[in-house]
T-cell receptor
Framework: NAGVTQTPKFRVLKTGQSMTLLCAQD?????MYWYRQDPGMGLRLIHY????????KGEVPDGYNVSRLKKKQNFLLGLESAAPSQTSVYFCASSLGTGRWDFDGYTFGSGTRLTVV | EDQVTQSPEALRLQEGESSSLNCSYTVSGLRGLFWYRQDPGKGPEFLFTLYSAGEEKEKERLKATLTKKESFLHITAPKPEDSATYLC?????????????FGKGTKLSVKP
């Protein structure tokens, strides 16, 4: 009963380095999301996906890229050239399609704490 | 612009001292209001969904209510294990912020 799994849990990057955060869910949810959470800012949507091979920008997409794998339960968040402003806690979430009458919120992972120095 | 505002930012209670957290929203096309609990170092955990004004839901010491402009999370006789940050989120039809708009949360501390 894993739910949403994020790897890694912690990471320290140097400015300019790249990395990929992995999110995997085992609930066969259609929709997946990447958020960042910063003190005093709340949760802000970076990118999201409504199905295999589809992605869309959220509120704060700059500096990030995403891909939804053919195995649609995986959603990757990439930082091509990390900046100190990207220091944050990153959360992945998944949900049923939001058009469904039984939509019941998002299931979140436990987060990745990223520090860019 | 659609927004969700939570108050207070922080709340300290003694064990057994009941209180309420507020979530006010200005959202067009609201389809539901969610409450989440977030413990330090963890992701938000789903508590309740409210879909229409007048609706109420309960879980142990928590009760969530919804009006046309705000939602309340009532905590009755809280215990130290209720200490956490409580987030509310408005679920609406589309937008650049995504379908779910989060408030910044209320950090609740319950002391024995």
């Amino acid at each position: 009963n894993a739910g949403v799994t994020q790897t890694p849990k912690f990471r320290v990057l140097k400015t300019g380095q790249s990395m990929t955060l992995l999110c995997a869910q085992d609930m066969n949810h259609e929709y997946m999301y990447w958020y960042r959470q910063d003190p005093g800012m709340g949760l802000r949507l970076i990118h999201y996906s409504v199905g295999e091979g589809t992605t869309a920008k959220g509120e704060v997409p700059d500096g990030y890229n995403v891909s939804r794998l053919k195995k649609k339960q995986n959603f990757l968040l990439g930082l091509e050239s990390a900046a100190p402003s990207q220091t944050s806690v990153y959360f992945c979430a998944s949900s049923l399609g939001t058009g469904r009458w039984d939509f019941d919120g998002y299931t979140f992972g436990s987060g990745t704490r990223l520090t860019v120095v | 612009e659609d927004q969700v505002t939570q108050s207070p930012e922080a709340l300290r209670l003694q064990e057994g001292e009941s209180s309420s957290l507020n979530c006010s929203y200005t959202v067009s096309g609201l389809r539901g209001l969610f409450w989440y609990r977030q413990d330090p170092g963890k992701g938000p955990e789903f508590l309740f969904t409210l879909y229409s004004a007048g609706e109420e839901k309960e879980k142990e010491r928590l009760k969530a209510t919804l009006t046309k402009k705000e939602s309340f999370l009532h905590i009755t006789a809280p215990k130290p294990e209720d200490s956490a940050t409580y987030l509310c989120a408005a679920y609406r039809d589309g937008g650049s912020q995504g379908n779910l708009i989060f408030g910044k949360g209320t950090k609740l501390s319950v002391k024995p």
